[in-house]
């Protein structure tokens, strides 16, 4: 007989979102995290639970019986219309069961490693393009290269022009605000954005329609299964969902690892002379620090899992950053490792594993080859600026270097 969860012992953590708004820092909360789970993988916070082990987090996050969280998160924002709060609720991060299997099917074959593959020259062409007016410089790394970057790429799938880049960039940081904890200050910035965003990607989609071309939007006007095809809303919040989700994370993510990796002199003389090893290392920096560190989970019914009831509608906080430092997976969790072959979380997993996983490594790889080959003595200067601590995606805003 299994033990309902809300009568199972366990240590109290609160959860990001709660130390979010009372000021902790992020640093904090993964340290506190990774303390919490050496002793257990289950812990209570004030809104549900926090799955901690690494064993833990792969078999919920497989379970397609637990939901999706993000529509929750959009019902927190007490400001915002309820048709933005349905559109949040209708995305493929969002939404589970038959309806994201049939997404899923339509939209598989474009986020392919095969085309992730294809878009590496034009990645490294355009990350050496940003970077080579920089070199012999003191620069900020950060708000030159690394925020432009994952833009240019993104509208370069689109076949966005070039001139959109900084609209889309403002776009998507409006968005990600909507996770924050400032609601009130960010609402009206949050719904004007979508409504642009939406006018102007309907837009494009119209004119795909009748004049298509090679560029990602004309292949999802173009994508069918039998008779079943991508309506407008779908290509729209799918696009969006690319646009939010692909831009502050690999930004953020480049920080972290260019960070890590000079703060670890003898890491980074190994990732310049080693090329054979970076993909390695990347592999082991996204594992260490990803920008991402949780995900939320809600059970569609009563689920047993581990001996342990939980009774439908308990919410469930996957902590990715306890679960890739879990000790029984990882030998020395905290030192880098090339030999780590186990499934770590930086891009989630299971059903709702980031549908763009093979386009962000490709970025990131591609990203990270040309700043270790072009400008391989590379030093920081001063200290390094960080997001705001209620972010949704968190890393440096600002690295100077030279």
């Not at 009748?210 to 309506?231: A, H, K, R, Y």
């Not at 290509?235 to 994370?249: Q, W």
């Not at 299971?350 to 391989?376: F, N, S, T, W, Y």
Request: hydrophobic letters at 40%; aromatic letters at 6%.
């Amino acid at each position: 007989m299994p033990i309902n969860v809300n009568d199972l012992e366990m240590p109290n953590m609160a959860s990001r979102m709660e130390l979010k708004a009372d000021g902790v820092k992020r640093l904090d909360f993964v340290a506190m995290s990774r303390a919490v789970a050496r002793d257990t993988w289950i812990a209570r916070s004030g809104f549900g639970y926090n799955i901690l082990s690494h064993k833990d987090v792969s078999a919920i996050l497989k379970d397609g019986r637990w939901h999706a969280a993000i529509g929750l998160l959009a019902d927190l924002n007490p400001y915002t219309t309820p048709e933005f709060k349905g559109r949040r609720k209708t995305g493929m991060l969002a939404i589970d069961g038959e309806a994201h299997r049939r997404l899923k099917k339509l939209v598989s074959p474009y986020f392919s490693p095969a085309l992730a593959e294809r878009l590496r020259p034009e990645m490294r062409k355009t990350m050496i393009e940003l970077i080579e007016p920089f070199i012999g410089t003191e620069f900020d790394i950060s708000k030159e290269i690394f925020s432009k970057y994952p833009t240019k790429i993104i509208c370069q799938i689109l076949g966005i022009p070039e001139e959109r880049l900084g609209d889309f960039n403002r776009w998507a940081e409006d968005l990600l605000s909507n996770w924050s904890n400032d609601f009130s200050k960010s609402t009206e910035r949050i719904l004007l954005s979508q409504r642009e965003m939406d006018e102007y990607i309907g837009s494009i989609i119209t004119q795909r329609r009748t004049e298509p071309q090679t560029d990602l939007i004309s292949m999802l006007v173009l994508s069918q299964d039998g008779e079943d095809f991508l309506n407008d809303e779908e290509i729209t919040t799918l696009i969006e969902t690319l646009v939010i989700a692909g831009l502050d994370t690999i930004h953020h993510q480049l920080g972290i690892m260019l960070v890590m990796l000079l703060d670890n002199p003898n890491i980074w003389t190994n990732f310049v002379s080693s090329t054979q090893n970076r993909k390695k290392i990347i592999e082991e920096l996204l594992r260490i620090d990803g920008t991402v560190c949780n995900t939320g989970r809600i059970a569609s019914e009563d689920i047993e899992h581990n001996g342990v009831l939980f009774p439908k509608g308990t919410i469930v906080f996957i902590n990715l950053a306890a679960a890739n430092m879990d000790a029984s997976v990882f030998h020395k969790p905290d030192v880098l490792n090339i030999g780590h072959d186990e499934q770590h979380f930086a891009f989630g997993g299971g059903l709702h594993k980031c549908i763009g996983a093979a386009l962000a490594r490709a970025e990131i790889q591609e990203a990270m080859d040309v700043v270790a080959d072009k400008i391989p003595t590379i030093k920081k200067i001063g200290e390094v600026i960080y997001s705001p601590e209620n972010s949704a995606v968190y890393g440096p805003i600002s690295i100077l270097v030279n």
